[in-house]
């Protein structure tokens, strides 16, 4: 029978080495021609190591925190070793297609935190409006209620305004995701108001059109374009927690080392949050508003939501995981 060490022993066995590692990876900022050359060949040395150490680690303590803070260091310092050329479109591919979705993956456990955040309140808000009418219609103005009330679909924006409001449709979702991601600077409290807020209005507005042609009309609304938006504010407050649990929780790290890693991690994120609230956007501009019938809509927000997270669960996995999988 195998023996597993035991976790800290597994630590003080390998803790000067990713400590050096991790110093390296610090002193390159990004640049490994920072670096002398002695040190480019031992940061190369060590990343081969601590990449067989992130193996173990896996295998025998998935679940505590130094596996991830493992898998941290050896994302920053596999940029480094890999690293080319800014302008090199092998390198920019690399980016889009291995760095970006594998940085998504790598955050999902605090996306999940951030769906919660934002759908629990939903749910909790829209089921006590529907007991108590009177308290969720006190969270709209009269005009904002009877604006939902009487919208049909193909009515929410006029033809000539559409070309007008996709980039402030944009703007306005990019301002929410931002604000959301950025909020993890506050250690998540600002994040965590921002979902939940967003998530009781939601709730409040469909409670208060329960029942309503209004209602029907609003969901019509949203099928083309609501679950690449919801998406996207989810990731973006999966960045923002990531970037709160580096300053509360960095580990072995300094509280800068940590927030600089979760940094880089976190804006990876936020480009591809960016890239679907534009196209979320257009749809929202130019597909929500019209005419078509209702599945056609949700065939639009089922293929783009899809190719979405199709994009981050499967692109850029190493080919032995796939074999594996």
Request: charged content about 20%; glycine content about 8%; cysteine-free.
């Amino acid at each position: 029978m195998r023996s597993v060490p035991s976790i800290d022993r597994f630590v003080e066995d390998r803790r000067a080495r990713w400590s050096r590692l991790a110093s390296l990876v610090a002193d390159a900022r990004g640049r490994v021609s920072r670096l002398s050359a002695d040190e480019v060949l031992e940061l190369g040395q060590l990343y081969r190591v601590a990449t067989s150490d992130l193996a173990i680690a896996r295998r025998d303590f998935a679940r505590d925190a130094v596996t991830e803070r493992l898998n941290d260091l050896v994302a920053a310092a596999h940029a480094l070793v890999y690293s080319e050329a800014p302008a090199s479109s092998r390198r920019l591919r690399r980016f889009v297609l291995v760095e970006v979705p594998a940085t998504v993956r790598a955050t999902l456990p605090y996306t999940g935190v951030a769906f919660a955040l934002l759908m629990i309140p939903a749910l909790v808000s829209y089921a006590g409006g529907i007991l108590a009418p009177d308290v969720a219609a006190a969270t709209l103005s009269e005009e904002a209620r009877e604006h939902l009330s009487q919208r049909r679909p193909g009515s929410e924006i006029p033809l000539e305004m559409r070309s007008v409001a996709g980039p402030l449709i944009i703007v306005n979702n990019v301002r929410v995701a931002v604000v959301a991601f950025a909020g993890g600077l506050t250690g998540g409290v600002l994040t965590a108001f921002v979902l939940v807020l967003n998530g009781a209005a939601l709730g409040a507005t469909f409670a208060v059109l329960h029942g309503s042609e209004g209602s029907g009309a609003l969901l019509e609304f949203v099928l083309g374009h609501g679950v690449l938006e919801l998406s996207a504010i989810f990731l973006a407050g999966g960045a923002g927690l990531r970037l709160a649990w580096a300053i509360l929780h960095p580990g072995e790290r300094t509280r800068r080392d940590a927030l600089r890693l979760a940094g880089e991690q976190a804006i990876r994120v936020i480009l591809l949050v960016v890239a679907a609230l534009a196209v979320a956007g257009v749809i929202e501009a130019f597909v929500s508003p019209t005419l078509l019938p209702p599945w056609a809509k949700l065939a639009v927000g089922v293929t783009t939501g899809g190719a979405l997270w199709s994009y981050v669960m499967f692109v850029g996995r190493p080919r032995a995981h796939r074999r594996t999988a």
